[in-house]
């Protein structure tokens, strides 16, 4: 059986398949927790409450899904799901009866696990919960991509609970309109009072309709966000968000002048050049991108996190959620984070310089795969001067600038 951590995905074949969910301690999960399976449309969003297989309605009306084993263990025909079902997603609610201030935070651990015709799990996603506050949660994913259908792990939470879950899925409950999940969103760059600007970052175009990717934090909790750079102005509605790996998918009312492409082939290599495209400081450096140059130092991110790599170009906050580029100037990661250099003195008297982090291209990939926006590939294989980088680049990476 293979685990997966968040955000990863694998392609499963078709036919019957069943999925599990079950958590620690035992003997609270299935007095705690509401299971269930909500069926998607490609945009995303559920047709009804008929679209939701769970205890209170044990199968679709076309019978595709069905609940084998109370509280979270599904039967799904892969085959038999309907042309317009396109993403399967396991939720998981808090009960409302529980006293309030219940959480996930309960619960040691939650697992969900995928089973093929033969009944052995093959597939695990164990997601640790001992911090957690939020009450409702996308666990797990089935979703179509270039017609196979692929398993990918999620976990991501809604402190704003149900309410919150059923506006992601395109439900209007009258909750959802009281609460929002705290404020959070470290790396971007807040300008209170600047043209009413509250913070900014930067993103990258990565479909010709105008699909925007960027960090999760650079746009969380905006009320309005916009895009500029000296070729373009747009304005950006948030369409996919995943917190836990702190990537979000926007999409342009008008699509900028060029496409990003992705690494193909190689992954990264120790050493390596990179280019960095981004909006740093909220453009106190100018309305233009700024280019900086470095190196792959590690291929690990802090923590020991095998999701990011650690680079040596310069970077500063905005420069969050801009793409990583080869020497060819293929994406290879998304600009995420920067060493606290202050913290670090202060822990040890050193003072560490470029010490950088990015979420990598596969991860990022994956992402696009799940929310159903195809991207374009380059194999690497040669090196392209960094003046010829940036002049590509700036068609199609945008300043995203935050209001609210």
Known sequence: MQELQPGQNRPIGGGRVVIGVNGEPENEFASCLQVGVVLLGADGRIGGLAGLVSVEQPRSSDGSVALLRAPGEFQVDLDALPATVARLAVVLTVRPALPRGATFGTFSAIRAWLAGGSGEPQLLFSLPLASRGETAMILVELYRYRGQWKF??????????????????????????????????????????????SSSGTGFCVHPEGYILTNHHVIEDADRIIARSPRHRC??????????????????????????????????????????????????????????????????????????????????????????????????????AKLNAARVHEMTGDVPQNVNFAIKAALARGFLEAAGVEYQTRKSGGSRAATAIAAEAQDFVIKIECRG
């Open 152 to 197: 990918r792990a999620v976990g991501q939470g809604f402190a704003a609970g149900l309410p919150a879950l059923a506006a992601h899925f395109g439900l209007d409950l009258p909750e959802a309109a009281h609460e929002r999940p705290a404020a959070g969103g470290a790396g971007r760059r807040r300008e209170p009072g600047a043209d009413g600007v």
């Open 235 to 336: 304005v950006l509605e948030l369409v996919f968000t995943d917190p836990i790996n702190d990537l979000a998918l926007l999409r342009a009312d008008a699509p900028p002048p060029g496409v990003a492409v992705f690494r193909d082939g190689l992954s990264a290599r120790l050493g390596e050049s990179v280019v960095v495209v981004g909006y740093p400081l909220g453009g106190l450096l100018g309305s233009g991108p700024q280019v900086t140059t470095g190196n792959v130092s590690s291929l690990i991110g802090p923590g020991d996190d095998t999701r990011a790599l650690q680079f040596t170009a310069p970077t500063q906050a905005g420069n969050s959620g801009g793409p990583l580029l080869d020497s060819e100037g293929a994406v290879m990661g998304v600009v995420s």
